[in-house]
């Protein structure tokens, strides 16, 4: 355990941060009857900053076993929400029927921008959508950890490294690792998993690519008081926050600096 603590990185802020893609996520429950086309009508609102729309749709063919017959349906066809898109697609604002989602992909900007919009365009989804409740808050961030080669062990830049019996061979062509960890004093999940992307090694640059990606999240029934919902948000970012730097080590961090 002392030389897990010593390795581990010292929490600080990354100039060069290797976030490929972040979100903040709210699940809701709508009333039945509403349509999710009305939010097509936020068109003009967001022509400005989010010009492309696209709609998130569904087909889908339910299969029925009639005394051991296969028998199929007509397709079902619907829209389940809107995605606007700035015009280098880097911001996604998703409207949908279960809930909304921000969206920025790399290059990331920081935090209290992310959450700026979000609390613009969720003030939006609510006055269109009227939520009864709020269900579920997740703060999502992927991260792409590109590692110089070679190296002795993955040790040198992860906390959590694949372990191999050393009576088999060590070279390592592919690897996942998924785990949910839970604190119960705040009732926070965390989904984190960590995997060697495929085709990652690089020739060229002789490096590979460890995808490090940390959902968290908590679920209930929350209040719709907009304070109640920022608050968990900064709760599921500190939680973030920690996870990331508990699971890397300082040599890692400071490929990033």
């Known amino acids: 355990m002392q030389g897990y603590l010593q ?3 010292k929490k600080r802020h990354l100039k060069n941060a290797p976030i490929i893609e972040a979100l903040l996520d ?14 097509e009508t936020l068109k003009s609102d967001l022509s400005d900053s989010y010009p492309i729309t696209e709609r998130q749709e569904f087909l889908r063919q339910h299969h029925l076993d009639i005394k051991g017959k296969p028998q199929f349906s007509p397709l079902e066809e619907g829209i389940t929400g809107y995605f606007y898109k700035t015009k280098d697609k880097k911001e996604i604002a998703q409207f949908r029927r279960d809930g909304f ?3 920025r992909l790399h290059p990331y900007t920081e935090w209290d921008d992310l959450i700026a919009k979000t609390k613009n365009l969720w003030s939006l ?22 590692l110089p080669l070679p190296f002795g062990d993955f040790s040198e830049y992860l906390c959590v490294p694949p372990n191999i019996p050393e009576e088999l061979p060590q070279a390592v062509n592919n690897f996942l ?25 690089s020739s060229k640059n002789n490096n590979i690519i460890i995808i490090l990606d940390i959902d968290v999240y908590r679920q209930g029934d929350f209040s719709m008081d907009n304070q109640e919902i920022w608050e968990n948000f900064e709760k599921l970012r500190k939680m973030k926050n920690d996870i ?11 490929l990033f600096e």
Request: charged share 30%; proline share 1%.
């Open 7 to 9: 390795k581990m990185a």
């Open 26 to 39: 709210i699940r809701v429950k709508l009333a039945k009857s509403f349509r999710v086309e009305k939010f």
């Open 101 to 103: 989602t921000f969206n």
């Open 125 to 146: 989804y609510k006055k269109i959508a009227n939520p009864e409740a709020v269900t579920r808050l997740a703060v999502r961030y992927i991260n792409n950890l590109k």
């Open 177 to 201: 690792n998924r785990i949910t960890i839970y604190d119960s004093t705040q009732d926070i999940a965390a989904n984190i998993t960590q995997s060697l992307e495929r085709g990652a090694q």
């Open 244 to 254: 990331f730097f508990k699971y890397i080590t300082e040599k890692t961090v400071r």
